[in-house]
């Protein structure tokens, strides 16, 4: 993305982002068994390099659930599990049980994770497919975990060409008893963009 959005573009991408928080909240509560309510309280878009300083800084530790995402629109999508919120994050996912074997507890503890971002990317995206009316495929999820700053890096060989910029999206997951602060970056190359606009009448 070669520019800021405009106040009004930014309110677009929320409403729609709004939309694919009830579907991601409807998944985790089928997942869990138990009310689950997603927000977004504000929808950012930020240059690509200022998001290590956004969300904590460069050293600070964190698991990242990557997608890359094709069709009609293309991209891609980053999670930021902070490692602080990783033990609360994985005993809301499943209902605290947890195996003896470590080999194990790690399998079903990253894929609990990787579930997770499954469930908060397709929500997204699919809700901009139906609004839209286009069709959408994401890849298989990456799991990775590292410093924030080196995970940045990495995406910026990946995506620098097409996008300088990126929509951050501060995202809250509560249920009855507990409250998890996540981040969510969409790296929407310019292209894929000016159809979003195009379609709801905005350039």
């Known amino acids: 993305m070669s520019k800021e959005l405009s106040k009004t573009q930014l309110d677009v991408m929320h409403e729609v982002i709004n939309i694919g928080t009830g579907h991601a909240a409807d998944a ?46 293309s991209g891609s999508i980053l999670l930021f599990l902070p490692e602080d919120v990783i033990s609360s994050l994985i005993s809301f996912l499943t209902a605290g ?56 890096d990495v995406l910026l060989i990946q995506v620098a060409e097409a996008a300088d910029y990126a929509l951050l999206l501060e995202t809250v997951i509560n249920s009855q008893q507990r409250k998890i602060d996540c981040s969510l970056a969409i790296f929407l190359e310019d292209e894929s963009l000016n159809k979003i606009f195009d379609k709801t009448g905005l350039k």
């Open 28 to 73: 985790l509560s089928r997942l869990i068994d138990e009310r689950v309510v997603v927000a977004v309280p504000e929808v950012k878009m930020v240059p690509l390099t200022d998001v290590p300083r956004l969300l904590g800084g460069a050293e600070m530790s964190i698991v990242g659930i990557y997608f890359r995402f094709s069709g009609d629109l």
């Open 97 to 152: 049980v947890s195996p003896d074997d470590p080999s194990e507890k790690e399998d079903i503890q990253r894929s609990a994770l990787m579930e997770l971002g499954n469930i908060v990317a397709n929500s997204y995206l699919n809700a901009i497919a139906e609004l839209m009316d286009m069709r959408i495929f994401i890849s298989v999820p990456y799991f990775s975990q590292d410093l924030l700053g080196a995970m940045i």
